[in-house]
């Protein structure tokens, strides 16, 4: 078993332990495996470990590591920041789209959303605990949001997405992670058929699937520690 395989069985592992404390079937929750900065051959590993949700942040690396991998059948989320100028990339090449926190993105992904693809699954991004310069819609602001999204064509509206601000204390990431959960709870009840909360990250996934995440973005345990190179 390769290093990559390895590290999955273990993140896999601990999924399962989660999901048992939290009196929860492992089968309700999604592992998006966060490629970033990683190549196709990582990719591949992965794949050959049972693999197939990738999650991906730089659009234009994820689209040539795309280009590199036409033999395998893979599901591709963008779960990075999502620019005016790159909404075609991310329209043409992606399966999901986990940051749309705008209406004006939205309406961009769903025109150029290709015919012959199936409509582009979509989750809105909430600021849940309030940071500043953090990305995604206010919690107030959802609800409204999500409406004009469900209302696009092209575009099929699955829930919500979180980055919160990192925290060390169990106690602080569960109360985080339930907010959201809240949220989303708040929406389903209002009518919206959300059934994705995507939140939870290596570091929080415990934290996160007892607070009731459908899918966890996980990168550091499994391909490891990264390098960034100047962009």
Same mark, same amino acid.
């Given at each position: *078993?390769?290093?990559?395989?390895?590290?999955?069985?273990?993140?896999?592992?601990?999924?399962?332990?989660?999901?048992?404390?939290?009196?929860?079937?492992?089968?309700? =929750?999604?592992?998006?495996? =966060?490629?970033?900065?990683?190549?196709?051959?990582?990719?591949?590993?992965?794949?050959?470990?049972?693999?197939?949700?990738?999650?991906?942040?730089?659009?234009?690396?994820? =689209?040539?590591? *795309?280009?590199?991998?036409?033999?395998?059948?893979?599901?591709?989320?963008?779960?990075?920041?999502?620019?005016?100028?790159?909404?075609?990339?991310?329209?043409?090449?992606?399966?999901?789209?986990?940051?749309?926190?705008?209406?004006?993105?939205?309406?961009?992904?769903?025109?150029?959303?290709?015919?012959?693809?199936?409509?582009?699954?979509?989750?809105?991004? =909430?600021?849940?605990?309030?940071?500043?310069?953090?990305?995604?819609?206010?919690?107030?602001?959802?609800?409204?949001?999500?409406?004009?999204?469900?209302?696009?064509?092209?575009?099929?509206?699955?829930?919500?997405?979180?980055?919160?601000?990192?925290?060390?204390?169990?106690?602080?990431?569960?109360?985080?992670?339930?907010?959201?959960?809240?949220?989303?709870?708040?929406?389903?009840?209002?009518?919206?058929?959300?059934?994705?909360?995507? *939140?939870? *990250?290596?570091?929080?996934?415990?934290?996160?699937?007892?607070?009731?995440?459908?899918?966890?973005?996980?990168?550091?345990?499994?391909?490891?520690?990264?390098?960034?190179?100047?962009?």
């Amino acid at each position: *078993m390769t290093t990559i395989g390895a590290n999955l069985q273990s993140v896999r592992t601990l999924i399962t332990t989660a999901c048992e404390a939290a009196g929860r079937s492992v089968e309700d =929750v999604t592992l998006l495996a =966060v490629s970033k900065t990683f190549g196709p051959e990582a990719v591949r590993e992965a794949h050959a470990a049972g693999q197939t949700a990738f999650g991906e942040n730089y659009i234009q690396e994820a =689209v040539e590591k *795309m280009a590199l991998l036409p033999d395998l059948r893979l599901t591709w989320h963008c779960i990075g920041p999502i620019q005016s100028n790159k909404t075609r990339l991310v329209a043409a090449h992606f399966d999901w789209a986990h940051t749309v926190d705008r209406l004006k993105i939205a309406q961009r992904l769903s025109e150029q959303r290709p015919e012959g693809r199936a409509p582009l699954q979509v989750c809105i991004q =909430v600021n849940i605990d309030g940071g500043p310069t953090k990305a995604g819609v206010a919690p107030a602001d959802a609800l409204a949001l999500a409406r004009e999204v469900q209302a696009l064509p092209r575009l099929q509206l699955r829930g919500l997405m979180t980055i919160p601000d990192p925290v060390t204390d169990p106690a602080a990431q569960r109360a985080v992670h339930d907010k959201a959960r809240a949220l989303f709870d708040r929406l389903r009840a209002e009518g919206l058929p959300l059934d994705t909360l995507s *939140m939870g *990250m290596t570091a929080d996934l415990q934290a996160a699937i007892e607070a009731g995440s459908t899918l966890v973005r996980v990168g550091t345990a499994i391909f490891g520690g990264r390098h960034y190179a100047p962009r």
